[in-house]
């Protein structure tokens, strides 16, 4: 299968986020209440979702509910209908709502996997929005309390009237590569057997291949030549605000060098093992699950005869 940052998961299947009503407070209010709307929730950085897994859409019936925390305009499906994602506050009970018994509030990370590639793009952005209010309730240039504008895509602080909008972080995630071998690595905290690729933030004056450059040298010693980088596609990641950036890019060294501050291990594998690992049948080792860009670097890189 022929991926690209557009078919990706978490970024597939993109709606309409039809930004000129995130202005129009009558519009939004009415649509909120509409017949057609289409409503999800959040708690505490967790979606509602079915017994089967998938996000839980309630319609006009949610603006009753209580306990609203934000509530953030998504955009229109196909049909014109409105979508909004609404972030409940700990005072809302699920068991004691009218809607118990529909879903359940589910980790992310576990429930996006599972959900179609709409709602997984749709429920992705909302979790990053909403993670990001959370933790920018008070403006960084004076310290007062700011408010949500444009139906949750931007702050304004009342003090000092700097607007503030919601993070996109770019990550260079890579796979070094020599001839016939690539590099992966693992953290401490991972299950035993579990392997990536490297990957770090992007800084300040950087372009995303110089901070795969960084990193590689810094996590593990390798150096490598940004020229050579391929940029792959990327990944909007939202734990709570990464957009994942896939490269391959030319090894010069091969001397593993670990900054165990960073990584616990990290392993050259061959093209052969490479492809066993995604495959599922590698004795020792396995990758990140098809949700993750790093699949899908090592996937295509495996896939190609040289
Ligand atoms: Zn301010």
Redesign the pocket.
């Known amino acids: 299968m022929l991926l690209t940052s557009d078919t990706m998961p978490l970024a597939s299947a993109a709606i309409d986020r039809a930004a000129h009503h995130r202005l129009e407070t009558d519009w939004l209010d009415a649509a909120f209440k509409a017949p057609d709307v289409l409503v999800c929730l959040f708690q505490n950085g967790m979606p509602l979702v079915q017994d089967n897994g998938g996000l839980l859409w309630l319609g006009a019936q949610a603006a009753s509910l209580s306990g609203i925390g934000e509530r953030l305009f998504l955009g229109k499906d196909k049909t014109g209908a409105a979508i909004f994602a609404l972030d409940m506050t700990l005072a809302f009970k699920l068991a004691a709502a009218p809607i118990a018994g529909l879903g359940d509030f589910t980790e992310a990370r576990m429930a996006f996997g599972a959900m179609s590639p709409m709602d997984a793009n749709l429920a992705s952005t909302a979790r990053s929005l909403f993670e990001w209010h959370k933790a920018h309730g008070?403006?960084?240039?004076?310290?007062?309390a700011?408010a949500v504008r444009e139906a949750g895509w931007k702050r304004a602080?009342?003090?000092?009237?700097?607007e503030h909008f919601p993070r996109t972080d770019p990550v260079a995630i890579m796979l070094a590569v020599s001839g016939d071998k690539c590099l992966l690595g693992r953290q401490s905290l991972w299950p035993a057997g579990f392997f990536s690729c490297l990957a770090g933030f992007i800084e300040p004056g950087e372009t995303v291949e110089q901070g795969a450059v960084r990193e590689l040298l810094e996590e593990a010693g390798i150096r490598s030549n940004a020229a050579s980088a391929e940029y792959l596609f990327a990944q909007p990641w939202p734990f709570p605000s990464s957009l994942m950036m896939g490269l391959i890019i030319k090894a010069e060294t091969e001397d593993i060098t670990v900054d165990k501050t960073e990584l616990d291990e990290a392993r050259w594998f061959t093209r052969e093992e490479a492809r066993a690992i995604i495959a599922g049948t590698h004795a020792e080792v396995f990758a990140p699950p098809e949700m993750a860009v790093a699949h899908h670097i090592l996937r295509v890189w495996s896939e190609r005869e040289s």
């Open positions: 008070f403006c960084a240039n004076c310290g007062a700011s602080c009342p003090s000092c009237e700097r």
